[in-house]
Nanobody, 118 residues
């Protein structure tokens, strides 16, 4: 069974940076989109950023200009560079990978905690 393994979370001061990585445990054929989502206590999960296999990106307004999503399609790996972090960015960050175009299957990672605090 394929698993998505995330790394790079942790504690950082406001204004700092973190880089999250998410890699599939096995090669997945036909991934068309990868993304990052986050969830804070008491809030619904929200989209952070997505990237298609063609390289098109989409960001939540709250992270535009601060976060950058990138991917290595051959390695089924997606990254999230987070700069100028704010306390409100504190959340559990999860990655996903969507396989297929018409009949889709979504893989999810287990999540990694990001805490922004002084």
């Amino acid at each position: 069974q394929v698993q998505l393994v995330e790394s790079g979370g942790g504690l950082v001061q406001p204004g700092g940076s973190l880089r999250l990585s998410c890699a599939a445990s096995k090669s997945i054929f036909g991934i068309n989109e990868m993304g990052w989502y986050r969830q804070s206590p008491g809030k619904q999960r929200e989209l952070v950023a997505t990237i298609t296999s063609g390289g098109s990106t989409n960001y939540a307004d709250s992270v535009k200009g601060r976060f950058t999503i990138s991917s290595d399609n051959a390695k089924n790996t997606v990254y999230l560079q987070m700069n100028s972090l704010k306390p409100e960015d504190t959340a559990v960050y999860s990655c996903n990978m969507i396989q297929g175009r018409f009949v889709k299957f979504t893989y999810w990672g287990q999540g990694t905690q990001v805490t922004v605090s002084s």
